[in-house]
């Protein structure tokens, strides 16, 4: 039981690392959408990257045309917030997208809370490979943008964390498999 227990945690931070860096998702006519994205979890989702509080957006464009976001965005910290989570949004999920969404509720509330722990993020967005035909940008857009950058950089940021505490532990997957095929 604990192999499959190990296994499943090993996929879903893999599937967190690819689905965060882009290789997993969908685009339609908006924002990449992660390929375990639920509409709860979209929710969740919009409502952190609400309270984030982009600071000092900046764009300019280069000798090629190609436009530049910059922006310090104060968020709350979520990437400590999902590490604080992650185990107990693990306990029961039934797929990858459950997992998500209860991790995304579970950090909705942690910083919901009256003591939020706060961090800044720097963010580089190249607006051109956003929206090639767009040449003006809106103050809100900037922000929007600045403040999804910010939680994707949360999310990488914990994926990373997952990855390498997976990586780190020391398992002994022969047992793990010596037991498993005991049990069959």
Same mark, same amino acid.
């Given at each position: 039981?604990?192999?499959? %227990?190990?296994?499943?945690?090993?996929?879903? +931070?893999?599937? %967190?690392?690819?689905?965060?860096?882009?290789?997993?998702?969908?685009?339609?006519?908006?924002?990449?959408?992660?390929?375990?994205?639920?509409?709860?979890?979209?929710?969740?989702? =919009?409502?952190? /990257?609400?309270?984030?509080?982009?600071?000092? #957006?900046?764009?300019?464009?280069?000798?090629?045309?190609?436009?530049?976001?910059?922006?310090?965005?104060?968020?709350?910290?979520?990437?400590?917030?999902?590490?604080?989570?992650? /185990?107990?949004?693990?306990?029961?999920?039934?797929?990858?997208?459950?997992? !998500?969404? =209860?991790? @995304?509720?579970? +950090? &909705?509330?942690? +910083?919901?809370?009256?003591?939020?722990?706060?961090?800044?993020?720097?963010?580089? #967005?190249?607006?051109?490979?956003?929206?090639? &035909?767009?040449?003006?940008?809106?103050?809100?857009?900037?922000?929007?943008? %600045? =403040?999804?950058?910010?939680? &994707?950089?949360?999310?990488?940021? @914990?994926?990373? !964390?997952?990855?390498?505490?997976? +990586?780190?532990?020391?398992?002994?997957?022969?047992?793990?498999?010596?037991?498993? &095929?005991?049990?069959?």
């Amino acid at each position: 039981m604990k192999r499959y %227990a190990v296994y499943g945690v090993c996929a879903a +931070a893999v599937l %967190a690392l690819l689905s965060v860096c882009g290789c997993l998702g969908k685009e339609e006519d908006g924002p990449l959408t992660r390929s375990t994205q639920t509409e709860d979890s979209a929710k969740s989702q =919009r409502a952190m /990257e609400a309270l984030a509080q982009p600071e000092a #957006v900046e764009t300019q464009a280069d000798e090629y045309g190609l436009v530049e976001l910059t922006a310090s965005v104060k968020i709350p910290d979520y990437s400590l917030y999902f590490s604080q989570c992650w /185990e107990e949004a693990a306990e029961g999920a039934k797929d990858e997208a459950d997992f !998500e969404r =209860r991790l @995304f509720a579970l +950090a &909705e509330e942690k +910083a919901g809370g009256e003591e939020i722990q706060w961090t800044t993020r720097e963010v580089l #967005v190249d607006l051109s490979l956003a929206d090639e &035909e767009k040449k003006e940008w809106s103050g809100e857009e900037l922000e929007e943008i %600045a =403040r999804r950058e910010a939680f &994707e950089q949360e999310m990488r940021e @914990f994926a990373l !964390e997952l990855v390498d505490e997976m +990586a780190g532990q020391s398992i002994d997957w022969e047992a793990y498999a010596g037991a498993g &095929e005991e049990a069959e």
